[in-house]
C-alpha cells in the first residue's frame, strides 16, 4: 500500500488564519475542475462554505428520549419530507405507506393527482394499511368493521349506517396531509401550515436545472436498520473526513481532503468529491494512466484504446468518456450533455431533514435516514440507486427493497457493486461503537473540524432551531 504523508500534525500552527479559514494542501476541487475538458454547468463552479461557530455538539441530542420526542414533534412532524417516488405508485389506486417515527401517510394516486391521508381510520382510528410499502386498490377499506372511503377521500360506505346518524358524511372526509411532487419524488408534509416544497428546497430547484430527477428510475433500493440515532447515521455520511481512516482502499483514486463543502439556507447543504485524482494524503500519487486502470474493474479485454490517455489528456477526461459511453449503451439512454465532472463525480446534496441526494450519474444515490418506531437509538437507512431513463422514455418498475440484517454485510444484496458493498459495510460498521460512545464518554460533546465537518454543524444547528419551537 502507498505510503500516506504525515499530514495530520497537531492542530494549533495554522497561525494568522481566521477560524474556518485552513484548507488542506493540494489542488481545490474548483482548480480540478477548472481544466476539465468538458465544462462542469455553473452549480458545480461555485463554493458556498461560511463558518458556523466550534462549540461541542452534545452526546444527548443522540440519546436522549426527551429530546427525540420533540424532534418528532418538532421536525418529523412539520418538515418535508420525500416520500415515494412518482413511479411508485403510476395508476390511479396506487398508494404507498410512509412511516416516520410514530407517524404514517397513505400517499394515494387519484384522479386529481396525488394526494395523502393520515393512515387511521375515522371510525376506531385502525391504520387503514397496516405497514409501509406499495399497494393498490379502488377504495380505502378499513379491515376492523369496513367504513370505506373514495380514493379522493370522501366517504363512501359505513357497515349498519342506521346506527351512525350523527356521522355526516361531509365531517368524514378523510384529513389530508400536505403533498408536494419534485424530482419525480413525492414529498409529504404533516404541518398544515407548512412553506411551499418549492422555498423550502432552497437553491436545489435551480442547482438541478440540468439534473432532472424526474428522468431517473430506481434500480436498486436497499434498507438496513441501524443500531443508531438517526442523526448518527446521516451524518457518517456528511463528510469525507472519514475516508482516510476508514475507507484507506479509496485513497488513491479519490481526492476525499480537499473534497467541497458548501452551505446554503436552513434545508440544503452539499459536499463535492473530484474523482479521477489521488488523496493529498498519499506520498505516492497515481499517473494519469494509473488513476484510470485503477478506476476499472472486470473484464479489460473489451476495453480497448478507449482508456488510454492520450497526450495531454488528464484520467478525468478519458474516464468520463469512457463512463458517458459504456453507461449511455448499458441505461440505453445518451449521456453526451453531461459534463466529466457530472459524469464521475461524486456530488452531494443534503435536504433538511432526511435527504441525501446524488445528481451523478455514476454514482447515483439517494439515502433516507428516519426514526424507526419510537426509539432514539435505531434508524432505517436506505439506499437507492437512480439511473437514467432509456430515451424511450419508458420508466422501468421499481424494484422490491432488498433488506439486508442488521449484523449481515451488504454483500448479500444481488446487484450491489461489491466495492460499494464493502464502503457501505465499513460505513455503518463504525456506528454501533459511536452510538455506545455517546453514553461510555466523560467529555459531553463531539468536537467538529470547522471544514470538513460543517455540514454536520449546520445540520444540528438547523435542527436547534426546529425543536426549540417545542421549548418557546
Ligand atoms: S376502526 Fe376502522 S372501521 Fe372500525
Ligand atoms: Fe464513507
Request: glycine content about 8%; some cysteine.
Given at each position: 500500500?502507498?505510503?500516506?504523508i ?23 476541487v ?33 440519546t ?10 418538532e ?10 417516488r ?13 412511516e ?14 396525488i394526494k ?7 371510525h ?13 386498490a379502488?377504495e380505502?377499506r378499513?379491515p376492523y ?7 379522493d377521500?370522501?366517504?363512501?360506505s ?20 400536505k403533498?408536494?411532487l ?9 404541518d398544515?401550515?407548512a ?5 423550502y428546497l432552497?437553491v436545489?430547484p ?22 443508531c ?5 446521516m ?15 479509496l ?6 481532503a ?7 439556507g ?23 494512466q ?6 476499472l474493474?472486470?473484464?479489460?479485454s473489451?476495453v ?5 490517455v ?16 459504456t ?6 439512454a ?24 446524488f445528481p451523478?450519474?455514476?454514482l ?17 437507512f ?16 421499481p424494484p422490491?427493497v432488498?433488506?439486508?440484517g ?7 444484496v444481488?446487484?450491489?457493486?461489491p466495492?460499494?458493498?464493502?464502503v ?14 455517546f453514553?461510555a ?10 471544514y470538513?465537518?460543517?455540514r ?9 432551531q ?7
Amino acid at each position: 500500500m502507498n505510503d500516506r504523508i504525515p499530514m495530520s500534525v497537531i492542530p494549533g500552527d495554522y497561525a494568522g488564519l481566521q477560524p474556518g479559514e485552513a484548507r488542506c494542501p493540494g489542488p481545490s476541487v474548483q482548480d480540478i475542475v477548472e481544466r476539465d475538458a468538458k465544462p462542469a454547468p455553473q452549480a458545480l463552479r461555485e463554493t458556498n462554505y461560511r463558518f458556523l461557530g466550534e462549540e461541542d455538539i452534545e452526546y444527548s441530542r443522540y440519546t436522549s428520549r426527551e429530546f427525540f420526542e420533540r424532534e418528532l414533534q418538532e421536525i418529523w412532524g412539520k418538515t418535508w419530507q420525500w416520500a415515494c417516488r412518482e413511479e411508485h405508485i403510476p395508476q390511479v389506486g396506487d398508494y404507498y405507506v410512509y412511516e416516520v417515527g410514530p407517524y404514517s401517510v397513505l400517499v394515494v394516486r387519484t384522479d386529481e393527482g396525488i394526494k395523502a391521508y393520515y393512515n387511521s381510520c375515522l371510525h376506531r382510528g385502525t391504520k387503514l394499511r397496516p405497514e409501509e410499502g406499495i399497494g393498490s386498490a379502488q377504495e380505502l377499506r378499513c379491515p376492523y368493521h369496513g367504513w370505506t372511503w373514495n380514493l379522493d377521500g370522501s366517504l363512501k360506505s359505513v357497515p349498519s349506517a342506521w346506527d351512525f346518524p350523527h356521522v355526516k358524511p361531509e365531517a368524514y372526509t378523510l384529513p389530508e396531509v400536505k403533498v408536494g411532487l419534485w424530482g419525480g419524488f413525492v414529498f409529504i408534509n404533516l404541518d398544515e401550515n407548512a412553506e411551499p416544497l418549492e422555498s423550502y428546497l432552497d437553491v436545489l430547484p435551480e442547482h438541478f436545472g440540468s439534473w432532472d430527477m424526474s428522468k431517473r428510475y430506481i434500480e436498486l433500493h436497499i434498507a438496513k436498520v441501524l443500531p443508531c440515532n438517526w442523526k448518527t447515521g446521516m451524518e457518517a455520511f456528511l463528510e469525507s473526513y472519514h475516508v482516510l481512516e476508514t475507507h484507506p482502499q479509496l485513497l488513491p483514486g479519490t481526492s476525499d481532503a480537499n473534497v467541497q463543502y458548501d452551505v446554503y439556507g436552513d434545508h440544503v447543504t452539499r459536499f463535492y468529491a473530484v474523482g479521477g485524482i489521488s488523496s493529498p494524503h498519499l506520498e505516492k500519487r497515481l499517473t494519469e494512466q494509473e488513476l484510470v486502470d485503477s478506476m476499472l474493474v472486470g473484464d479489460r479485454s473489451v476495453v480497448g484504446d478507449d482508456l488510454k490517455v492520450g497526450e495531454g489528456e488528464t484520467a478525468r477526461t478519458v474516464m468520463a468518456r469512457y463512463l458517458r459511453k459504456t453507461l449511455g449503451e448499458k441505461y440505453r439512454a445518451s449521456l453526451e450533455h453531461f459534463s466529466d465532472a457530472e459524469i464521475i463525480d461524486t456530488i452531494e446534496y443534503h435536504v433538511f431533514p432526511n435527504m441525501v441526494l446524488f445528481p451523478g450519474v455514476s454514482l447515483p444515490m439517494v439515502y433516507r435516514f428516519r426514526p424507526l418506531g419510537t426509539d432514539p437509538e435505531r434508524c432505517l437507512f436506505e439506499i437507492l440507486f437512480l439511473r437514467p431513463v432509456p430515451d424511450s422514455g419508458k420508466h422501468p418498475e421499481p424494484p422490491e427493497v432488498a433488506f439486508v440484517g442488521e449484523d449481515e454485510s451488504y454483500g448479500v444484496v444481488p446487484g450491489l457493486d461489491p466495492v460499494l458493498a464493502n464502503v457501505y459495510d465499513q460505513d455503518t460498521g463504525n456506528l454501533r461503537s459511536q452510538q455506545l460512545g455517546f453514553k461510555a464518554s466523560k467529555k459531553r460533546g463531539q468536537t467538529l473540524g470547522n471544514y470538513q465537518e460543517v455540514r454536520i454543524r449546520h445540520f444540528e444547528q438547523v435542527v436547534d432551531q426546529y425543536v426549540q419551537r417545542a421549548v418557546r
